[in-house]
């Protein structure tokens, strides 16, 4: 592809996810860690009023505004709608400045590391997932739902993939996850400007990917009220094993509900906490190993 002329760091797309915004308030008060490469570096916080109001989002989810039917749909008025059509004409393909590359920085209540999270299989996010895998314990990489139809705010860029980092309460600043965080958009700049340069270096062969199946809800009754928890033998073991047969709810009277799958699979955003009101108690994932 040609070279990579514009990158967008956006943070507080959820303003209760503090990592990411106040990267963004660093980066704009120290524009020189950012604007020393090829390309241009800009910042944007998402969702202003909400990191004003220390809430996820205002009227809805910010980052479920972004699907194309939605942002042409002059209907949709609320301040989360109009906020998405503003980011979409800032960072979208209609736009002269279009970004290249979105880094969306979140943040979870669930222990996921240094997560990054992408809807496509593009050669260079591949490349670049590996080579970050390669050189931090820390990251790992999830492919989700395609990103054909998706209503995330990454998908104004075929190179757009977030990343997550955890586990960090709501509202919380935790200080070695904001430091591992900006370390590693340092990585990814650097590694974009090498891409530039023509000068990746050797490329890493492998990559290990966690690819989306499906999210599972708590066990309700028929008023929808929540009638287990995560059974504590998985709690917080985000991307390891889940084998059938293995606990994975627990009553509150004591019982162990087991998972009843077929096969293995590998958890993640177990017990989100913004994800109660999404009816996702965690994400399933199949562990692929990858050629590039």
Do not use: W
């Amino acid at each position: 592809m040609n070279k990579i002329n514009r990158v967008a760091l956006v943070g507080g797309t959820h303003g209760n996810e503090f990592t990411g915004a106040f990267l963004i308030k660093k980066f704009e008060k120290f524009p020189q860690l950012i604007q020393k490469y090829s390309f241009e570096t800009v910042t944007l916080l998402g969702n202003p009023q909400a990191f004003a109001a220390g809430r996820r989002y205002i009227e809805k989810d910010l980052n479920r505004c972004f699907l194309s039917g939605d942002l042409q749909n002059t209907n949709l008025s609320s301040y989360e709608d109009i906020r998405a059509k503003n980011i979409s004409k800032i960072l979208g393909e209609d736009n002269k400045t279009k970004a290249d590359v979105i880094v969306d920085l979140h943040s979870t209540t669930a222990n996921m590391g240094l997560s990054i999270i992408i809807g496509n299989q593009h050669p260079l996010l591949l490349q670049l997932s590996a080579y970050l895998s390669a050189i931090n314990p820390l990251v790992k990489v999830c492919h989700t739902i395609p990103e054909q139809g998706s209503n995330f705010l990454r998908s104004l860029s075929e190179l757009g993939f977030v990343i997550e980092v955890g586990a960090v309460a709501q509202g919380v600043l935790d200080a070695k996850l904001f430091q591992n965080t900006e370390k590693l958009i340092y990585e990814i700049l650097d590694y974009l400007e090498r891409y530039n340069r023509g000068d990746i270096g050797e490329s890493n062969n492998t990559l290990t990917l966690y690819k989306f199946l499906c999210s599972i809800d708590y066990p309700r009754n028929e008023q929808g009220e929540i009638q287990a928890m995560i059974h504590p033998e998985i709690q917080s073991r985000d991307y390891e094993p889940l084998h059938p047969g293995d606990p994975i709810f627990l009553t509150f009277e004591g019982k162990a509900i087991a998972y009843e799958g077929t096969s293995t699979v590998y958890p993640i955003f177990i017990n989100e906490a913004a994800y109660y009101e999404k009816g996702v108690a965690m994400c399933l994932t199949e562990k692929e190993i990858i050629n590039l």
